[in-house]
């Protein structure tokens, strides 16, 4: 009898086994310190003290039990570096249960001698973008931000530090995420400012979202610097030296609790030495004229910056931070001018000219930001708002001397301008399930910009200078951008990732001028779609394709009447009439890891209307004019290929090859011209062990076009040696450049209308540096990450000039 009871009994379990409603237990895992995701964590469930079921968390600190049996749980969290965790009692019956957030506190302890058997990729490739970790690489030592940019696969950096992305010099570049004025008036100025040693990563972003400024440009190039995110008091010393430049720098950071204060700062002594031999034929009429213009010119700049931030985690949902960045900078060119002309054979017009050239600036931005999160993770909502301020004064006096050397007449001239910026932005994220995000926002800036420029002269080359009125004037130019972008993110695990946005933009434009030029205002709107989709492959593949459409607008290098006349035959000035440009991009990007080696291969199409080109033309007097223009339509069709290897355990590989076809052409200038650009980066390091490095690099950029000619080709190399010391606290480090060339030269063709002219340049390149570094301080914990305004809609001056 007990055996047919018996058997019952189980057949009756097994049929409630059967048909019982299983539930799903889920929930988020987050680092109570550091407020982000905790990635792949071991989650168990406990029953009676003992586990029933196992998963690990995601890379966004997800964790799903999918089928449960009803019944009461405890949750139990561990992984290496944090203090166990249980949860519960979960009561899982009919329904499926969310605990919501679970925090895990890091173990806080001294970090001792570590050995490291696998460091970060010296590149990575996101689902976005592409990562340049130049905290990993130690070429880039005692040098500055323009080293930094020649290591990435898809820039090119030419001897000035005039800066490229796939072609185009129409790119953002950010700092932390935030816009600075000067990298606004000049990228190559500014990336001079910015020691080498104080960057943390480079990212790329070829296609950004809606959730960007309209940036109409090849893309955005965002420098993060170093962050210590360690508790205590921390810092580093670095005094580095070079033949061309010396970039003493320093940074200290307090953290205790909710609190950290940081603070760094720095002093650039830089200098540089080059020549050109110009030579210009221009027709007027039916007179055909020849000019020889040897130019040599010695640079001398003293630039300081320094930053200072408070953050403040008030509790574990609230956190306020404030910061202020101050620049200042006095930079002067010294230029030795000779100059001849003739006419049909026969000798004309000749003088030397002597000139300096000074740029001196000082400006500082000044940030206030507030973030709320909430108990649902990733829900967030921040308040931005910033503002900046920078005077500038630019001036120049020259002497003329004829062949005798004596001055018979003199110039000198000042264009002293204010830049005023503020913004206020408000974001809101809000995550719609476990894959779904919803991004939406608004965004306000108000720009100021006046300039005031005057030139006066000596005709007879005394010291009584006289104003010339007449080539004087007042620009005042007020601009107001108003946005708001909506954008929804999907990635799921399989299948196919999502990012569709729409932003748009108005902008209200008020300009007016003392001379009598007639004042003018404009306003316009813009609707600007991003698509993106993503999906991740078998055997660590990844595939990316997107569209873009992004507006750009002049800013105020390009907008500025002002004519530089400082060289009396090549002058250069701005145009307020411009209108913005419109940037259609697409993109196709695949990457692949095998084994040691990691691949990246993209193709994209880049087309934009209304493009902004500096136009040249020579009047009857020989004198060239380049004024900002909207007369181009310009494309681009590329390919780019990276890959980064371990040929042995000691010895890492990467390099690249950037390949497209550009073409620019003008209806209105009745003119076309395309051709094909390259670039190749190659860069290797060796460990030898006992903390001896070794590491070379070297790139080659072919000639690039323009809308009027071309610029030339040219490479550059340099071989680093590094040793830890002071039981790894410290690092010396030795690096040559252009060990066998004393000159790196290239030469720039043009042809206008009525001219053509061809610049033979050679730049002294080669040069040594020594860079130190001492780190003193704790070694525990980790910091939040801080979400800072970045204003990355405006057209920069690329420094060409």
């Known amino acids: 009898m007990k055996a047919p009871l018996l058997t019952l009994a189980l057949l009756a379990l097994t049929i409630h086994c059967l048909f019982a409603q299983h539930v799903r237990i889920s929930g988020y895992l987050l680092d109570s310190a550091a407020n982000k995701p905790v990635e792949f964590a071991t989650v168990a469930l406990l029953q009676d003290g003992k586990i029933t079921e196992g998963v690990t968390a995601d890379a966004k600190g997800r964790f799903v039990f999918s089928k449960v049996a009803p019944g009461v749980y405890i949750v139990q969290v561990s992984l290496m570096g944090y203090t166990t965790k249980t949860f519960g009692p979960v009561h899982a019956y009919k329904e499926d249960v969310e605990t919501g957030v679970i925090k895990l506190a890091p173990?806080?302890?001294?970090?001792?001698?570590?050995?490291?058997?696998?460091?970060?990729?010296?590149?990575?490739?996101?689902?976005?973008?592409?990562?340049?970790?130049?905290?990993?690489?130690?070429?880039?030592?005692?040098?500055?931000?323009?080293?930094?940019?020649?290591?990435?696969?898809?820039?090119?950096?030419?001897?000035?530090?005039?800066?490229?992305?796939?072609?185009?010099?129409?790119?953002?570049?950010?700092i932390n995420n935030k816009p600075s004025n000067v990298v606004a008036r000049s990228v190559s100025e500014a990336l001079k400012q910015i020691p080498a040693d104080i960057i943390k990563q480079v990212e790329v972003i070829t296609s950004p979202s809606a959730k960007y400024d309209a940036e109409g440009t090849a893309g955005i190039i965002n420098i993060i610097t170093k962050k210590n995110s360690l508790k205590g008091t921390n810092g580093s010393i670095s005094p580095n030296f070079g033949q061309w430049n010396n970039w003493p720098n320093a940074s200290?950071?307090?953290?205790?609790?909710?609190?950290?204060?940081?603070?760094?700062?720095?002093?650039?002594?830089w200098k540089n030495k080059r020549y050109m031999d110009q030579v210009r034929s221009f027709t007027f009429g039916d007179t055909i004229t020849n000019q020889d213009q040897f130019q040599g010119v010695r640079g001398r700049g003293k630039n300081f910056y320094g930053t200072f931030n408070a953050d403040w985690d008030i509790d574990s949902l609230n956190r306020v931070g404030a910061g202020i960045n101050y620049y200042n900078g006095v930079n002067t060119n010294w230029f030795d001018i000779e100059f001849q002309e003739s006419t049909l054979g026969v000798p004309g017009q000749y003088f030397r000219r002597d000139m300096r050239r000074t740029y001196d600036w000082e400006g500082a931005t000044i940030n206030f930001d507030y973030t709320r999160l909430f108990k649902k993770p990733k829900r967030e909502l921040t308040l931005l708002t910033m503002y900046s301020f920078e005077g500038e004064d630019s001036d120049y006096d020259s002497d003329l001397l004829n062949r005798d050397n004596a001055i018979y007449y003199r110039e000198k001239s000042y264009n002293i301008s204010n830049n005023k910026e503020g913004t206020i932005q408000l974001d809101f994220t809000n995550p719609l399930d476990s894959i779904s995000t919803l991004e939406m926002g608004s965004k306000t800036i108000f720009r100021k910009i006046l300039s005031d420029y005057r030139i006066s002269s000596a005709i007879d080359g005394s010291d009584q200078f006289h104003d010339m009125p007449e080539q004087a004037n007042i620009f005042d130019y007020a601009q107001q951008v108003t946005s708001a972008y909506l954008v929804y993110n999907r990635t799921p695990k399989k299948g196919w990732g999502l990012n569709l946005g729409a932003r748009y933009e108005h902008t209200f434009i008020q300009a007016n001028f003392l001379n009598g030029t007639a004042a003018f205002s404009n306003n316009y709107g813009n609707l600007i779609p991003s698509v993106s989709l993503s999906k991740s492959l078998k055997k660590s593949q990844q595939l990316r394709i997107s569209y873009t459409q992004r507006i750009q607008r002049p800013n105020f290098f390009y907008l500025n009447p002002y004519v530089n006349q400082a060289d009396s035959k090549n002058q250069y000035g701005g145009n307020p009439y411009l209108k913005p440009e419109l940037t259609h991009s697409v993109e196709a990007n695949y990457s692949v890891s095998i084994k040691q080696t990691s691949i990246n291969a993209s193709v994209f199409l880049r087309k934009t209307?209304?493009?902004?080109?500096?136009?040249?033309?020579?009047?009857?007097?020989?004198?060239?004019?380049?004024?900002?223009?909207?007369?181009?339509?310009?494309?681009?069709?590329g390919l780019n290929l990276s890959a980064n290897t371990k040929l042995m355990k000691q010895w890492t590989v990467n390099g690249s090859l950037n390949v497209f076809y550009n073409v620019l052409e003008s209806a209105e200038l009745k003119t076309r011209n395309a051709d094909w650009m390259y670039r190749i980066n190659l860069n290797s390091t060796i460990d030898f062990g006992k903390g001896i490095k070794a590491q070379l690099f070297g790139f080659y950029n072919s000639p690039r076009v323009n809308i009027q000619g071309s610029y030339g080709g040219f490479g550059f190399y340099n071989i680093v040696l590094q040793k830890?010391?002071?039981?790894?606290?410290?690092?010396?480090?030795?690096?040559?450049?252009?060990?066998?060339n004393r000159t790196i030269k290239w030469r720039n063709d043009f042809v206008g209308s009525n001219f053509v002219q061809t610049q033979d340049v050679a730049m002294y390149r080669r040069g040594w540096r020594l860079n130190l570094k001492y780190e003193f301080g704790q070694m525990s914990g980790n910091q939040r990450q801080k979400k800072r305004i970045s204003n990355d809609d405006k057209k920069s001056g690329d420094g060409n000039n």
């Open 609 to 637: 209307n209304n493009a902004i080109e500096g136009i040249s033309n020579v009047d009857s007097s020989g004198v060239l004019k380049q004024i900002f223009q909207n007369v181009a339509e310009n494309s681009a069709y």
């Open 107 to 174: 173990v806080a302890q001294t970090l001792k001698e570590v050995t490291v058997s696998e460091q970060k990729a010296l590149f990575e490739e996101r689902s976005d973008r592409m990562v340049y970790n130049a905290e990993k690489d130690i070429s880039i030592k005692g040098g500055d931000a323009t080293d930094v940019l020649k290591k990435i696969p898809s820039v090119a950096v030419d001897i000035e530090g005039n800066v490229q992305l796939r072609g185009s010099a129409n790119i953002k570049v950010l």
């Open 724 to 740: 830890e010391i002071l039981k790894k606290k410290g690092t010396i480090g030795f690096g040559y450049d252009n060990p066998f």
């Open 252 to 269: 200290i950071s307090h953290r205790v609790k909710g609190l950290t204060l940081s603070a760094n700062g720095g002093y650039s002594d």
